[in-house]
């Protein structure tokens, strides 16, 4: 990758960024991600065997989707942007911003923490636990009120990697085709990526791959979120301090990094027990418990995650236009 494909991946990324913030993702017109989930729902049907008893086996057919799904999604991008270049490169241009667009989802990402607090806020636990059921893969019909916050805050933490920052950083390496092969492995992990009976063999692939594609935008977003927090008068030394102090005590190499940013600028505890599919799992706690979680740090967690976007957009904006001056 040259200098030159960077410094035009600043442009386009902010336009794509741009598109996501005023267009967000329309429910008339296709998405990609619906198509990679559809081939990872009917391959993960045909082939996800656990019960033949062979690991070995099972951890190549989770590889055979892997290469499939993330290669298909990169060479089938690429060769539509090919093909309309050479009817019209303006059409390939607008094509590979709408493209790249499709892999952000920062408006969508803050409306649903929205919804979620107005739920709370209009009708109570039941209405909160319906809406941040749609944004988490954990149980929710026990929740308590501080049981849906703190989801609620989580989510959008860690999502401000694989919703905003991810995407942007491999669109800006690689345009759309890059972004959009980002984005498949993201939906492999979000579909196969689980420690069960199920898919600990035929998923691991996609679990691994989803941690090492999020490992340098992870820490991409920390200091994006840390500056966030410093223009919007939080507490940037403490949210610092708990990141450094407990982001690695989270299964995941970089989940842990946004969500300990989060608790330490709020000045609230996250982790803890959560219910999947009935199961009771427990994370390892990220910050302090100095005061109890309440409705409105939902709100505080949009700002914070709305702050480090537009920081990330400036960013963009100002090396994209310093790259065309020289």
């Known amino acids: 990758m040259t200098a030159v494909h960077v410094l035009g991946g600043l442009r386009l990324a902010a336009a794509a960024l741009l598109v996501d913030a005023v267009v967000g993702d329309p429910p008339w017109l296709p998405h990609p991600v619906v198509l990679f989930g559809k081939w990872i729902a009917w391959y993960d049907a045909r082939f996800n065997q656990p019960g033949d008893g062979n690991g070995r086996v099972q951890r190549l057919r989770g590889l055979a989707l892997a290469v499939t799904t993330v290669g298909g999604a990169f060479c089938a991008t690429l060769s539509l942007l090919l093909a309309v270049a050479r009817v019209s490169p303006a059409a390939a241009l607008a094509l590979n911003v709408w493209l790249a667009a499709t892999t952000v989802a920062w ?5 649903a923490g929205r919804r979620t607090a107005r739920a709370l806020a209009d009708g109570g ?3 909160g636990r319906a809406a941040v059921a749609q944004i988490v893969g954990r149980d929710t019909t026990e929740l308590s009120e501080s049981g849906v916050v703190r989801a609620a805050v ?3 933490a860690e999502n401000t990697v694989d919703a905003v920052v991810a995407p942007v950083f491999f669109a800006v390496l690689g345009g759309a085709p890059l972004a959009l092969a980002y984005r498949a492995a993201n939906t492999l ?3 196969v990526g689980y420690r069960t009976s199920r898919y600990q063999d035929f998923g691991r692939v996609s679990a691994r791959l989803d941690d090492l ?3 340098i935008p992870a820490r991409l977003a920390a200091v994006l979120m840390w500056l ?4 919007t008068g939080g507490d940037g030394g ?3 301090r708990i990141m450094r102090r407990d982001a690695a005590a989270h299964p995941s190499p970089n989940a842990g990094i946004p969500e300990s940013m989060a608790a330490g600028a709020l000045g609230v505890q996250l982790g803890g027990w959560n219910s999947y599919g009935g199961v009771r799992s427990f994370r390892a706690t990220l910050g302090d418990d100095t005061r109890p979680l309440e409705r409105a740090d939902i709100g505080r967690t949009v700002r914070m995650v709305n702050a480090a976007t537009g920081i990330l957009w400036l960013i ?3 090396g994209g236009w310093l790259s065309w001056l020289s």
């Open 238 to 240: 403490e949210a610092w």
């Open 107 to 111: 408006r969508g990402l803050v409306a």
């Open 316 to 318: 963009l904006v100002v």
């Open 125 to 127: 636990v039941a209405a």
């Open 189 to 191: 992990d979000s579909m």
């Open 228 to 231: 966030a927090i410093v223009v």
């Open 213 to 215: 594609l999020n490992f």
């Open 154 to 156: 989580e989510t959008l």
